[in-house]
Structures are given as C-alpha cells and as structure tokens.
C-alpha cells in the first residue's frame, strides 16, 4: 500500500503547485492585459516613447509569463515530453527572458536623455525610432538563440528528437557549444545593461544635485532598473540555485522547484507594473479606472459602465 499512497501524494502535490502557479499568473496577467488596454485606449501614450517601452516591457512579460507557467505545468504533470515540444516552447521562453534586460537597458537610455540632454529628446526619441529600438531587441535575441536551434535540427539523431526527456534547457540543447555560447552571451548581455545603468544613473545623479523634480525621479527609476536586472539574473543562475536548496532540503523538490520558479519567473512579472506602471501619475490615473471597471463587471456582470 506504501507505493500507492506515495504516488497519490506526489500527484496531490504536484496539482496543488500547478494551482498556485496557475492563479499567480492570470492574477498578474489579468493586471498587465488591463495596462495594455489603458495604453491602447489613450492617444498619448501611444505618441510617447517610455510608454511604448513599458508597454513593450509588459506584453514581453506576458508571454514569457505564459510560456513559462506552460512549462512548469506540463513538467509538474507529466515530467517528460518529447524534444521537439520541448524546443518549441523553450525558444519564446529564452527569447523573452533576454528581451527584459535589453528593454530595460533602452529605458534607462531613454531616461538619460529626457534628464541630461532634453533640448535634444524630441530628435532622438520618436515613436518610429522607439519601434526600430523594439525590433532590435528581437533581432539580438533570436539571433542569439537561432545557432543553438541550427544545432540541434543539424547535428542530433532523429531518435534524439522524438525521444521523451525531462524538459530542460541543458537536456534539449546539450551540446558544450550551446552551453558555452550560453555562457557568454549572458555575461556580454548583462556586462552591457550594467555599464549602461552605473553611466546613467551616475550622470542622473549629477543632474540630480541642482534638486530639480524630473532628475532625482529618474534617479529612483534608475535605480529601479537594477533592481529589476538583478530579479532577471535569478533565471541565469537558477540552475545551481536549485542545486544549493536541494542539498539542502533533499525530500522538498517539489516545494524547492515551486519557490524556485516563483522568484524566477513569477516575482519579476508582479514588480515590473507595479515598478513601472503604477509609479506613473499619468498612467495611474488611467489604470486605476480600467482595473476598477474590470473588477466591478465581474463582480456585478450585468451593471454597465460608459467613460
């Protein structure tokens, strides 16, 4: 009877985190589809280059956030999947954890600009050059990641593709190669998104010292920035983190692989609206209005709203 009763308490286990997970990420999806839809409705943050970064920032965070929880699910539930699969869904997850650093780094230029040199703002940051930013971090991302696919459609069996395995980054794509290539991109990456930070931040702050509003706010925001870059660095670090707590904790996996993910991938989607959205008076006001309305309709479907 041991056996039983031990499988039916792994699978009770692993449903109850898969719930966890699941609630997390429409609560927090929910926030950022409403601040997709407050910066659809309105003209002027669509003429604006930070809200078009943010809002870059937020839908960025959606997919990885969806992607990601797809992967813990189908992990948690049924521990193996084919490679293919895997490979599929592990493509948009790397695609968008690499964009976050990069949009970031870009509004931390923005923010320079508007603060150090805004006789000049209007020339460097418009909308059409905001896009052209966008398309860049794609075009970095999956160029850095198009090798790693090439090797594994070129140089593993057939067998290897179809095969089921534990669906992981470094089991999927399990050439030194990739994993030295890896390495190095992130370091290059992250190397980048600092230097850029500690530049602006220092001169914001000199700025900052004539005590005028707009600089000692993007100061703060500066500094919110590191913040958020160091939340991302949990995800390059994450394998040996998960190593660390389970030499720890051994007969907690689950549990370890639960918070693991929830401080990885979950906290930093809850931080950025909250970093970035929120903290913006324009924005807020729009945002609270939208969110309110939302929560009402569900809560009384049958009441209407007009704006």
């Known amino acids: 009877m041991t056996a039983p009763v031990d499988s039916r308490m792994l699978l009770n286990d692993a449903v109850s985190r898969s719930i966890i997970v699941v609630i997390l990420g429409i609560i927090i999806n929910y926030i950022n589809a409403t601040m997709v839809h407050t910066f659809s409705k309105h003209y002027i943050f669509k003429t604006n280059p930070r809200y078009i970064l943010f809002i870059h920032l937020v839908l960025n965070d959606m997919i990885q956030l969806t992607v990601g929880i797809s992967l813990f699910l189908l992990v948690s539930l049924f521990k193996t999947m084919y490679v293919l699969v895997c490979a599929l869904l592990i493509v948009p997850a790397v695609l968008t954890t690499q964009n976050t650093p990069l949009n970031l780094l870009f509004m931390a230029v923005e923010c320079y600009i508007s603060v150090c040199i805004p006789l000049r703002y209007n020339q460097l940051c418009t909308v059409k050059r ?39 980054r470094d089991i999927v794509f399990r050439s030194s190669y ?58 390059y670090v994450q394998p040996m983190f998960i190593q660390f707590l389970l030499s720890l904790f051994p007969r907690q996996r689950g549990l370890v692989l639960l918070n693991v993910f929830v401080i990885g991938q979950i906290l930093p989607r809850f931080t950025n609206p909250i970093v970035y959205g929120v903290r913006d008076a324009t924005f807020r006001k729009y945002f609270k209005r939208y969110l309110s309305c939302g929560i009402t309709r569900q809560i009384h479907p049958r009441t209407e709203f007009k704006f």
């Open 178 to 235: 990739i994993r030295n290539k890896r390495d190095a991109t992130h370091i290059v990456f992250l190397v980048i998104v600092w230097l850029t930070l500690y530049y602006t931040f220092f001169r914001i702050l000199f700025v900052a010292k004539t005590a005028d509003a707009n600089a000692n706010k993007a100061r703060n925001t500066i500094l919110l920035h590191g913040f958020q870059v160091l939340l991302c660095m949990i995800v």
């Open 130 to 168: 905001t896009y052209a930013v966008i398309g860049t971090i794609w075009a970095v991302s999956f160029l850095s990641i198009l090798p790693d696919v090439i090797l594994l459609l070129t140089t593993e069996s057939q067998q290897f593709l179809f095969s089921l395995v534990f669906c992981h």
